[in-house]
């Protein structure tokens, strides 16, 4: 029988910001695996830019990168009314307690160290998805 819905039509639109190419790619690499659409930025002027024509279902964001950082791209994101919802978890190498402590003040959702486990990560943005109401792609028994 066939799926009520198309599955490709249902996956969630993730945008992943960071200046490392690498980080982008490998994480980007990632989520298609799992059926997310993905999108990525260099850092935070070009997620900006991005998210005055997108609002995708999920952000991934770096602290440290050029031109705008990961803070003061929440801080436009939370001030935005049709973005102030959208679920963010940062990603970064700064794993001291101030920088997780203001970047929760700030309003994100979730703040995880770099090299992330991927199977955590992955929970992590199910998890994320799933208290939005949006449908993810999972794969698999372990979800």
């Known amino acids: 029988a066939a ?3 198309d599955a490709l039509e249902a996956a969630a639109n993730i945008l992943v910001v960071d200046d490392s190419v690498t980080m982008r790619k490998a994480t980007a690499r990632l989520l298609e695996r799992q059926g997310y659409k993905v999108i990525t930025a260099r850092d935070g002027v070009e997620a900006m830019q991005f998210l005055q024509e997108i609002t995708p279902d999920l952000m991934l ?3 440290e990168m050029p031109r705008m950082d990961g803070f003061e791209v929440v801080r436009q994101v939370r001030a935005t009314a049709r973005l102030a919802r959208l679920p963010i978890i940062m990603i970064t190498s700064r794993s001291g307690d101030k920088h997780r402590g203001k970047a929760m003040a700030l309003g994100v959702d979730h703040y995880l160290g770099k090299p992330y486990q991927e199977d955590h990560l992955l929970a992590v943005v199910a998890a994320s998805l799933s208290a939005t109401g949006v449908p993810c ?3 698999g028994p372990g979800r």
């Open 137 to 139: 792609h999972e794969s």
């Open 61 to 63: 964001l770096d602290i």
């Open 3 to 5: 799926a009520p819905f």
